[in-house]
């Protein structure tokens, strides 16, 4: 097969797989768009409609007042479970508590830090950010939009990389890059359509990856740490012990920040089972992201350290998961690059419009004939 025959060919399943998926990708890429800055938006709807928190020079109430409030406020509704507990970011940050039901559906409990009062209380699915990220990811439909959505971002990749081929710029790289606008409609279309692609596509090409990834996790995270070479770290298992209740939060906490000093604790995840552990998240002076990638697993009765994830020792399986989400979200660089993300949102939205403008001369040349 000559090289002519396998550009047709790229070129045909470039342009019916981006009819067949782009309206998809549109969705998907201008609800991205909105994501970009999610935290900080939800952070001021929060401050709008639970009320600005003043900070105090007094110290914080514990994150196991915290828990005891949170279980005492809902201890009559057995369908709950708690199972994290987000610590305040910034001084003016409350404590978010999350309980979910059998049917996954989250409820976000917010309490000032410097009082232990309840202050407000909300299902997140039913908040705009969270129906925006129920598109997102799942066209809100479920699993079955889950598949949809993974499957998209498969394709999303796939057209990065036939229009990478396909882009005329490989020949004469300026003109690559031009845009005639004062040129025939078809071809300022055309024009606008390679450039946008090709100025978006590594971006394009990771989000794709990283959502295709999330969305089948299951079969992904396997082949991730085979080709990496890096075998996947065993779930660590607590030993409940006969007639012992669970070790006091305040001393889990004490003995995970001696497994990793100088780390700040940034959430806190609760075992819904006995055989389960605690898992404390926290985040190294070094590390970029805002969370952290670290962790400390705990035997919830004992207190025993079963395993320590320091993020800036880790293999490169895991490093390669922890990038997922910079990657996806545009965090890597700071406030430039989730700008940036913001507008690579668009991109599909540009490229689908100017694809469908192309096809549609292209069909109307044809239709000519007959």
Known sequence: MNFKKIRDLTFILHRYLGLAVGLVLVIVGLTGSLLV????????????????????????????????????????????????????????????????TIKDQRTEVFLNPYTGEIIGERISDNTLIGMILSLHYSLMAGETGTIIIGIAAFFMCVLTITGLVLWPGWRRLIAGFKIKLDAHPKRANFDVHKVAGIIAVVFLFFTGFTGFCWNFYDL?????????????????????????????????????????????????????????????????????????NSNVYLDQYSGKVLRVNNALKMPLGDRVLN??????????????????YVFVGLAPLVLFVTGLVMWWYRYRVKASYF
Not at 58 to 71: A, R, Y
Not at 221 to 237: L, Q, W
Not at 258 to 266: F, R
Not at 324 to 332: K, R
């Open 220 to 292: 992904t995270e396997p082949i991730i740490y085979a080709v990496t070479f890096t075998p996947k770290p065993s779930e660590p298992v607590s030993q409940p012990i006969p007639g012992k209740s669970t070790l006091k939060l305040t001393q889990q906490l004490k003995i995970a920040n001696a497994a990793l000093p100088g780390a700040i604790t940034k959430s806190i995840y609760f075992p819904s089972k006995p055989e389960e552990t605690l898992q404390i998240r926290m985040k190294l002076p070094q590390e970029n992201e805002e969370y952290g």
């Open 37 to 100: 800055f999610e935290q900080d938006v939800d952070r001021f709807a929060i401050a709008q409609q639970y009320g600005q928190i003043t900070p105090q020079q007094v110290q914080l109430v514990s994150p196991e007042s915290v828990m005891n409030t949170i279980k005492t406020k809902y201890a009559t509704r057995s369908d709950l479970h708690l199972f994290r507990i987000y610590l305040p970011n910034t001084p003016a940050s409350p404590y978010v508590g999350q309980l979910s």
């Open 323 to 340: 990038s997922f989400v910079p990657l996806h979200y545009g965090t890597f660089g700071g406030l430039p690059t989730r700008i940036l």
